[in-house]
């Protein structure tokens, strides 16, 4: 029995323009700059953005698979770098606040997102990630 498999696929390439660089995923195009030009978001913002969207996304999906009524979620990520060395995430700070649920409910959820996000997987592999889980 073959496995199906998801792949997700990108392309960037240059824009002309020192520090910027055009995307393509799907139908999507979007502007990514580097740190020094930074009118638009950087790679590791997107990057950060994808971590704590796929948080919400895949929490949002789990309560209703659940039949859990979840009013409302908010998922705050920062990471922090040397200044020196700005390849590496010295840690990286998640809070996770929901809305209508009770504690032990909110943190079963966050518990699947951790054990289900890829991008959270990696994130956590290249780093410590602490983990805030408070009710609004």
Do not use: W
């Amino acid at each position: 029995m073959s496995e199906e498999l998801v792949i997700n696929a990108a392309r960037s390439y240059t824009a002309g323009i020192r520090g910027r660089c055009l995307n393509t995923v799907r139908n999507h195009h979007f502007v990514i700059d580097d740190p020094d030009v930074g009118e638009e978001m950087t790679p590791a913002e997107h990057f950060l953005a994808s971590v704590s969207s796929c948080a919400v996304n895949l929490i949002d999906r789990k309560a209703r698979e659940s039949d859990i009524q979840l009013p409302g979620l908010s998922v705050e990520i920062e990471a922090v770098r040397l200044a020196s060395d700005t390849s590496r995430f010295q840690h990286i700070d998640m809070r996770f606040v929901f809305e209508g649920v009770a504690q032990e409910q909110a943190r079963s959820l966050v518990d699947e997102y951790t054990r289900g996000c890829p991008l959270y997987g990696a994130a956590a592999a290249a780093t410590t990630v602490n983990i805030d889980v408070s009710l609004a």
